[in-house]
């Protein structure tokens, strides 16, 4: 089974990464702003008022962006960074994932189960799919991505039961729409942290 569930976009707003002083689509990095008090605040929503400086959404560059404390060039102040701050954005990335799907399980746009998920990728409905990292993966291995469409095995079993409102679950599809974009958006911004690949 072939996943792949790379963001791509064209035609974004570019910003510059504090580390790799690369700049790319503002939809592959964080934001973050400084607090009246001094102290980093992760920007997920991108709406918190104040200078806004971005780092790649990727575990391992955030990691060198604490470690090398990177945060005050971006604030052009000292700063304080909290010892959390990874896990903080690592939590906000999952609840945003989670917010979304389950705004699309409402709008009748998302559904899970093998059965019904198998059904969508069956008759093309399906645009995204998504399975718990935690699952059996004998059981997932008889899905597959949607053609043209995306995959995402960031979230775990309880996380992606959480926009079901059940106490866990491991296949989910969405199908097409501007809903749907903002879930790719977010996964793969997720994804950067729980599925980064250390490049030597």
Known sequence: MSHSGAY???????????VSQDSGPKAGLIRFVTSPDGVVVPDILEKLPGRGYYVTANLHILEEAVKR??????????????EDLI????????????DLVS???KAGKAV???????GWLAEGRAKVLLQASDGSARGKDKLWTPEG?????CLTAQEL???FGRGHAIHCALSGGKLSERVVHEA???RGLREATKVA
């Open 188 to 190: 793969a911004r997720l």
């Open 87 to 98: 896990a903080q954005i690592d939590r906000q990335l999952a609840r945003r994932v989670v």
């Open 69 to 82: 404390r990177v945060f005050a060039r971006g604030a052009k102040t000292q700063v304080s960074v909290p």
């Open 161 to 163: 039961g959480l926009a």
């Open 149 to 153: 469409g995306r995959f995402f095995g």
């Open 8 to 18: 791509t976009s064209e035609n974004l707003p570019e910003r510059k990464c504090l």
């Open 112 to 118: 899970t189960g093998f059965e019904k998920v198998k």
């Open 103 to 105: 705004i699309a399980r």
